[in-house]
């Protein structure tokens, strides 16, 4: 079968709080798909941190 064309990518979404907090026991990372098409930029969104407790910015990283 040919693999098709499509718009769609993986992606990784990493917890900000965590990054910039150096004694936190861990990073948290969530795996999404994004559609290049409608949005080129990286992408932000909201989503819980169990490290940090509570809901923090995740932004896409490479």
């Known amino acids: 079968m040919a693999k098709s064309k499509s718009s769609r990518v993986g992606i990784s979404l990493e ?3 965590c990054r910039a907090n150096a004694n ?3 990073v948290n990372r969530y795996r999404t798909t ?8 990286r992408l932000e ?6 490290y940090c407790g509570h809901h923090t910015i ?3 990283i490479k």
Do not use: D, M
Request: proline share 13%; net charge positive; aromatic share 4%.
């Open 15 to 17: 917890c900000t709080a």
């Open 24 to 26: 936190q026991p861990g």
């Open 34 to 41: 994004k559609n290049k098409k409608n949005t080129p930029n």
């Open 45 to 50: 969104l909201k989503k819980f941190c169990p």
């Open 58 to 60: 995740h932004r896409e």
